[in-house]
């Protein structure tokens, strides 16, 4: 009797021995899941940041470029704007100049 109640003392501690590794190895099998899973979300996290960089950065290119056609079309049209307006005073300036020269050549003589 003494050698049954010692055998199920020994089964039974070898059982619980045999719950706290399932327990230990679950436990340990939890911890490494929950690290790679933040792991797993960092990686993700830092890929979403690096997508939305780059989709900032392209979008400023594209203002940039945007504002820079439009200061060269400003540029270009006020250039024209004073191109006409010389060509339309230059038939004056060529007779005033002219002028002056004859008077020169008439001081002169």
Do not use: C
């Not at 050698?3 to 590794?21: F, G, N």
Request: hydrophobic letters at 35%; proline letters at 0%; a neutral charge.
């Amino acid at each position: 009797m003494k050698t049954d109640v010692l055998k199920s003392i020994r089964e039974t501690e070898e059982e619980y021995q045999a719950m706290i590794r399932d327990a230990q190895a679950g436990r340990k099998k939890s911890l490494s899941d929950a690290e790679q899973e933040a792991d797993n979300l960092v990686q993700k996290a830092q890929k979403d940041a690096g997508d939305y960089r780059n989709q900032r950065l392209a979008e400023a290119r594209a203002q940039a470029q945007n504002r820079y056609t439009e200061i060269v079309k400003e540029g270009e049209a006020r250039a024209e704007t004073l191109k006409a307006q010389g060509n339309k005073n230059l038939a004056k300036a060529v007779d005033f100049i002219v002028s002056q020269f004859k008077e020169q050549l008439h001081v002169k003589a």
